[in-house]
């Protein structure tokens, strides 16, 4: 939770309005290629956690905002330098909005790409996010499976050493 909530924060204190469409797009890949290692470490983590199942809830936490969040500051600072790129100005907010509507496949249609080159960036996130859901569950569903795999039988803690902490 607080991961999501300080991501937040810094998307909201970023400078994004200064920003130009090349250091936008550049953020973009450069903070996905970050998510690829972000979530790398966290399938290790998860692996080897006492509690992979909790593990992965924590990654997903961090992971998932990452991701829109890339993607809203990408819009926002899109709009900001190319007014016009949406049907409407966009607001950070307004970029989160939209960013999330489009990543859970709703699609309201009050706020839309209007031009060519937000259109390829919108279908970009459409891809990515289905292939986010779609690889990423199954890779962390197969490193909390492997992680339980590892933990020992509940009797062998008692064997590696643990039965002489006990206190009659």
Same mark, same amino acid.
């Given at each position: 939770?607080?991961?999501?909530?300080?991501? /937040?924060?810094?998307?909201?204190?970023? *400078?994004?309005?200064?920003?130009?469409?090349?250091?936008?797009?550049?953020?973009?890949?450069i903070g996905l290629v970050a998510l690829v290692g972000l979530v790398a470490f966290q399938v290790r983590s998860i692996v080897?956690? =006492?509690?992979?199942?909790?593990?992965?809830? @924590?990654?997903?936490? +961090?992971?998932? *905002?990452?991701?829109?969040?890339?993607?809203?500051?990408?819009?926002?600072?899109?709009?900001?330098?190319?007014?016009?790129?949406?049907?409407? *100005?966009?607001?950070?907010?307004?970029?989160?909005?939209?960013? %999330?509507?489009?990543?859970?496949?709703?699609?309201?249609?009050?706020? +839309?790409?209007? =031009?060519?080159? +937000?259109?390829?960036? /919108? +279908?970009? &996130?459409?891809?990515?996010?289905? !292939? =986010?859901?779609?690889? @990423?569950?199954?890779?962390? %569903?197969?490193? !909390?499976?492997?992680?339980?795999? &590892? &933990?020992?039988?509940?009797?062998?803690?008692?064997?590696?050493?643990?039965?002489?902490?006990? /206190?009659?």
């Open positions: 939770m607080a991961s999501t909530v300080a991501l /937040v924060v810094i998307y909201y204190l970023l *400078p994004l309005d200064t920003t130009s469409v090349g250091f936008a797009v550049a953020m973009l890949v080897r956690a =006492t509690y992979p199942a909790l593990r992965a809830v @924590g990654a997903l936490a +961090t992971s998932a *905002p990452l991701f829109l969040l890339l993607f809203a500051g990408t819009y926002f600072v899109m709009d900001t330098i190319y007014a016009g790129s949406f049907s409407e *100005p966009l607001t950070r907010t307004d970029a989160l909005y939209f960013t %999330v509507t489009v990543f859970a496949t709703v699609g309201f249609g009050d706020i +839309t790409a209007t =031009t060519e080159v +937000t259109r390829v960036l /919108v +279908t970009a &996130q459409m891809v990515a996010g289905i !292939v =986010t859901v779609g690889i @990423g569950a199954r890779i962390i %569903v197969d490193a !909390v499976k492997h992680g339980r795999a &590892q &933990q020992p039988a509940n009797g062998d803690d008692l064997k590696a050493g643990g039965a002489d902490n006990i /206190v009659e």
